[in-house]
């Protein structure tokens, strides 16, 4: 897989086990539909509709994590491993503690949490979820830009596909066209879908697959690899 970054699977693999996760929690936490509760009593009561939340958007996140997942654990070969770059396991390392930190945070906050849902350092469990999901948005953001540094490294896109690119260039024009043109224009703020994808997200993923576009298809389209195999 000469010439695809590792680093690109990763982020997107991350991106999407932590939307799912933060919307999983979103919709089905008891501890987080009651802290949102007795903090926005006026827009999120446990007598009133619940959290919003679109299956539809969940059910995508779940299908784009286990493609994700076959995509990255499929090259997690040997291979892969002996050739990763330090920024690669940076990553791997980011990701394996913000789990564990959110696994231990959902622990904590069910076993120490007293009646009002105030923790015991005055942090709602709530926030915790919400500085992850941002976390998750960041990552989504910028995920193409590794692959962006490796075209420009080696001066050559050979190795990534054109379907690939052109696919996720449709899906993020489909996304940042229905987030424009989005039906929560018409309702109000509170009402709006916790898991919807921020416009300045995809907006982001538009300018950085752009300049991928170029580059395969004008800046390097001649080009021969410039950077070397380890495995020749």
């Known amino acids: ?5 590792y680093d690109l699977y990763l982020m997107q693999f991350a991106t999407y086990f932590i939307s799912l996760y933060c919307t999983v929690i979103y919709k089905y936490s008891e501890l987080a539909a009651r802290q949102f509760s007795d903090r926005f009593p006026l827009y999120y009561s446990l007598n009133a509709e619940p959290i919003p939340i679109s299956m539809a958007l969940l059910l995508i996140d779940l299908v784009m994590l286990a493609v994700s997942s076959i995509v990255f654990f499929n090259c997690g070969n040997t291979e892969l491993l002996e050739t990763l770059s330090n920024e690669s396991l940076l ?3 980011i990701f394996l503690m913000i789990l564990i930190l959110s696994y231990f945070t959902y622990i904590c906050a069910e076993y120490n949490l007293p009646e009002r849902n105030n923790g015991r350092f ?6 915790y979820v919400n500085y992850l999901w ?7 953001a910028v995920k193409y830009l590794p692959q962006i540094s490796l075209n420009w490294m080696g001066i050559s896109t050979k190795g990534l596909s054109p379907k690939y690119l052109k696919i996720s260039i449709i899906a993020t024009s489909i996304l940042q066209a229905s987030n424009l043109c989005s039906f929560i224009d018409n309702l109000e703020f509170y009402e709006w879908p ?3 994808t921020p416009r300045v997200v995809s907006f982001l993923q538009l300018i950085w697959l752009g300049i991928i576009y170029y580059q395969h298809y004008y800046a390097y389209a001649m080009n021969k690899p410039y950077l070397k195999r380890i495995y020749e």
């Open 122 to 127: 005055g942090g709602y469990y709530i926030e």
């Open 134 to 140: 941002v976390i998750g948005q960041f990552l989504s």
């Open 1 to 5: 897989m000469y010439g695809l970054s």
């Open 194 to 196: 916790f898991n919807l």
């Open 91 to 93: 990553l791997i390392c």
